[in-house]
């Protein structure tokens, strides 16, 4: 069993920043994919971007360039920046953790086996 929880949502503007974070315990930290998710309102959970344990990351089109995934196998935490936040990018954000796995992470939520409860972000115009 792998506990998360997420830190660090909020509310802000348009154009602006929120850094958001997730702890792990377990002792197969470092051995797992983790992946930040995300679900608006009446839409269905779509991936943001993934890390494996070779740090090899994967990100939606729509957040790249904007959005950067990170992770501290020391600490057990994964972290997401998230900079010139759009409206559209409004939702309830959760951490997931993969299976012990050696294979590139994938933005399916099919992929990954534990979830946080999630954190809210809501930009505003």
């Known amino acids: 069993q792998v506990r998360l929880v997420e830190s660090g949502g909020g509310s802000v503007q348009a154009g602006g920043s929120l850094r958001l974070s997730c702890a792990a315990d377990g002792s197969t930290f470092n051995s797992r994919s983790m992946g930040w998710f995300r679900q608006a309102p009446g839409k269905e959970r779509e991936g943001v971007a993934c890390?494996?344990?070779?740090?090899?990351?994967n990100y939606a089109d729509s957040v790249k360039g904007r959005f950067t995934i990170s992770r501290n196998n020391a600490k057990k935490t994964l972290d997401l920046q998230m900079n010139n936040l759009d409206p559209g990018d409004t939702a309830m954000y959760s951490c997931?953790?993969?299976?012990?796995?050696?294979?590139?992470?994938?933005?399916?939520?099919?992929?990954?086996?534990?979830w946080g409860q999630g954190t809210q972000v809501t930009v505003s115009s």
């Open positions: 890390i494996d344990p070779f740090v090899n990351s």
């Open positions: 997931a953790a993969t299976a012990v796995t050696a294979t590139r992470c994938s933005l399916s939520p099919q992929s990954f086996n534990f």
